[in-house]
Structure formats: structure tokens, C-alpha cells
């Protein structure tokens, strides 16, 4: 799903300092230059790996924004920031209808929210000052030290970038285990089957195992999945203390073999399917629903059936399926 023009929207009014600032430090930024408190509340860290709770929570009325600290990471910088845009949107009069009038108004809200703080945390005169072709794992490292996102973020943002179908992709060094993979696809055949994907482990002999910290190398080399699949990749990665980012590239850009080499990857064949929802003509690849034969939307995830079934309700008093708007205190007409 694209947010491009509500990003705009939102951050529009933003003055060029104030944009800037936010980059350098956004707690500072939304303290000083908004007048909202801030407070790191570690219990929000503690339930965060079961999925039931998100890094951050808003008292907007009270303008107050909570986050779990992370002091070996970026990551409160991104819950900050996504926080804040919580707080643009309640200002803008336009965003707040928009988002009302989505199918799930509170799915697509976070989903724009989390749009907003990345563009807020990496402008794109940041992320082009920071990222050349071709793209060099030194480079997304880099990026992250020019801004206060975290290396996930900037991985994501970089993987925007890239011109052939590969990924961006965090190894753990001390688990080698992949912790992040922002996928670039195929334009027209899809993703790949075969990609390091996160909980993978790095497989046994790869020259990425053997890297230390400080170091930096670009190489022919593959990726072999947990089922035992493995395709070719130009690899290029460079360590850090505590992680290994790699690029990964079907094509190679950058140079390698003296010849044209041609990899050829098996893609993950998906139908493809157009349809008319959320306001636009949509195009996606999947498999549609089994009822109504219908793609599912990127933006609000439904088919025609569910779309259909989340504007109908049953009457509070005889039970018969009735459209929403046609329901008086919960009652359908025959027994309002």
C-alpha cells in the first residue's frame, strides 16, 4: 500500500528546521518544538516480543507519548516518531476523515503512521545524500549513523532503492540468524522462492560466517533456504559489532565477473487480479478468495464477501442480517 500523498499531507506543514531537527534527535524535537512530553515506560518493552503490544502508546488530550526505551538501539526513535504522527493527524481535519472513512480505520491508521515516522526519520534528501548505485551494505550502515532511525529502518528504505530483484538483509553475528530482510521483487514475476528470510541461519560454509567485525566483501556466492533450496546471488555485506548487513542482488551491479552472467531464479507464482476498492482500481498478485473469486486489498484486506459482510449487522432484537446504516439504536427497521 502507498501513503505517499497523506505522508505529504502530513508532514507538509513542517517547518525545514523543524524537519531537520527531528532527523538529529526526535524526542528533543517534539518536546521543545511541540510542547508534548515524553516518557520511557519499561513495561511497554517488556511485553513486546508476544505481539499483544505495540513499543509506544499516545495521551493525545494530555499530549503525552510513552515509548519502551531501547539503549541498544534506535528503535525508541521510530515508536517516537510514530507516535507523533498520531498526533499530526489528530491535527489535520482532512487526514482524520480519510482515515474514517476506510473499512479498518484503526489498521490503516498505524499502517500510515508508520509511514509517517519513517519519511520523518529518513527524508529522501537523506536517504539520496546517503545511498549511490550501486548499492553498498556500507552504505545503509552509514545511513543509519547520518540519522536516528534504526539500521531496520534504513534497511527498509534502501531496499526502495535497489534495481533489480534482491534484499537488504540483517544477520545477528553472534546467532547467524537472519533478523531482518526487506525484499525488493521481480516488477513483473514477483518475489523469489528462494531469499534469506528472517529466522533463517546463515548455511554452513558461507563467507558470510566468517566475517568479522570491521570488515567488507562483495562476492559471487548463493543462499541455500531451510529446505534445502539454494539459487545464486552477488552478495555484498559489510560487519559491525554486532550484525552483519548484506545486499543482496539477482543481477550483478556491481561488476564482479568479466562476462554478462545470467542468474537465473525461480519466482513464487501467484495469479494476478484487478478490482475496484478503497476508492481506486487496484492490481495485486495472490491468490484470490474461494467464495467470491476476488483478490484480497492491499489497503483494507478484504475480499468482496468480507467487504460486503463488515457493512452488515445482525438487528439486536429479531437477529436478521441487516445493512449498518439501516440499524436504529442496533434495531432493523420491522422492529425499531
Given amino acids: 500500500m502507498k501513503f505517499d500523498k497523506l505522508v505529504k499531507v502530513a508532514v ?32 511497554l518493552g517488556d511485553v513486546r516480543g508476544d505481539g499483544g503490544a505495540c513499543d509506544g502508546m499516545s495521551y493525545l488530550d494530555h499530549g503525552v507519548l510513552l515509548y519502551a526505551p531501547s539503549p541498544y538501539s534506535n528503535r525508541q526513535n521510530f515508536t517516537v516518531a510514530h507516535e507523533f504522527a498520531h498526533w499530526l493527524i489528530e491535527h489535520n481535519d482532512f487526514l482524520i476523515g480519510w482515515v474514517a472513512d476506510q473499512d479498518k480505520p484503526e489498521r490503516i491508521l498505524e499502517s500510515l503512521c508508520d509511514a509517517i515516522a519513517q519519511v520523518l526519520l529518513l527524508p529522501d534528501d537523506l536517504i539520496d545524500s546517503a545511498i549511490s548505485h550501486p548499492i553498498r551494505a556500507a552504505q545503509v550502515v552509514e545511513l543509519q549513523t547520518q540519522s536516528s532511525a534504526g539500521l531496520p529502518v534504513c534497511a527498509i528504505a534502501a531496499a526502495t532503492r535497489l534495481r533489480s530483484p534482491g534484499a537488504i538483509v540483517l544477520i545477528d553475528r553472534k546467532t547467524m540468524q537472519v533478523t531482518s530482510s526487506s525484499v525488493h521483487p521481480d516488477a513483473d514475476k514477483g518475489w523469489p522462492t528462494v531469499i534469506p528470510w528472517p529466522g533463517e541461519t546463515v548455511p554452513s560454509g558461507h563467507f558470510l560466517a566468517s566475517m568479522v567485525e570491521e570488515t567488507h566483501d562483495t562476492r559471487h556466492s548463493s543462499w541455500r ?8 546471488y552477488f552478495v555484498d555485506a559489510v560487519a559491525t559489532e554486532r550484525l552483519i548487513c548484506a545486499v543482496f542482488s539477482a543481477d550483478d551491479i556491481w561488476g564482479l565477473s568479466a562476462l554478462p552472467y545470467l542468474v537465473d531464479h525461480q519466482y513464487v507464482v501467484r495469479p494476478k487480479g484487478a478490482f475496484q476498492c478503497c476508492g481506486e482500481w487496484r492490481e495485486v498478485r495472490g491468490y484470490p478468495c474461494p467464495r467470491c473469486g476476488q483478490g ?27 445493512p449498518a446504516h439501516l440499524l436504529t439504536d442496533g434495531r432493523c427497521e420491522m422492529c425499531a
Fill in 12 to 43: 507538509g506543514d513542517l517547518a525545514p528546521d523543524v524537519r531537520e531537527s527531528f532527523v538529529l534527535d526526535p524526542i528533543r524535537t517534539v518536546e521543545e518544538c511541540f510542547k508534548l512530553s515524553t516518557r520511557a515506560v519499561d513495561h
Fill in 225 to 232: 533456504n531451510k529446505w534445502g533450496r539454494s539459487e545464486d
Fill in 296 to 322: 484480497f486489498c492491499p489497503l483494507c484486506g478484504n475480499c468482496k464477501c468480507t467487504k460486503v459482510a463488515s457493512t452488515e449487522q445482525k438487528c439486536s432484537q429479531c437477529f436478521t442480517i441487516t
